[in-house]
């Protein structure tokens, strides 16, 4: 099992800028690719960042040039940099985790934090 905690969401002015952090405990070894996912009000979940265990990143197309994933495997953490913010970002963050056990991935997910971006 997995456990996932994030944090970091709050309410920042647009153009402001945000740091979005997801504590990972457990069984931390069997983690494999990490990844902010959001779901704005009456949208469906979409894709922020993922990020392999080696480091390679991707992006969706909303963020790409103002959000930098980056993970520390040391302190079990996955981090979310987000600048420029724009109104449109306003949703709430979830920590995503795939992790194998034998043969088979399972997903986990954090509680989700809130990231509402308004003057």
Known sequence: QVQLVDSGGGLVQPG????????????????????????????????????????NTNYGDSVKGRATISRDNTKNTLLLQMNSLKPEDTATYYC????????YDYDYWGQGTQVTVSS
């Open 16 to 55: 402001g800028s945000l740091k979005l952090s997801c504590a990972a405990s457990g069984s931390i070894f069997s983690i494999n690719d990490m990844g902010w996912y959001r779901r704005r009000p009456g949208e469906q979940r979409e894709l922020v960042a993922t990020i392999t265990v080696g480091g």
């Open 96 to 103: 995503h985790a795939v992790a194998r056990f034998g043969s």
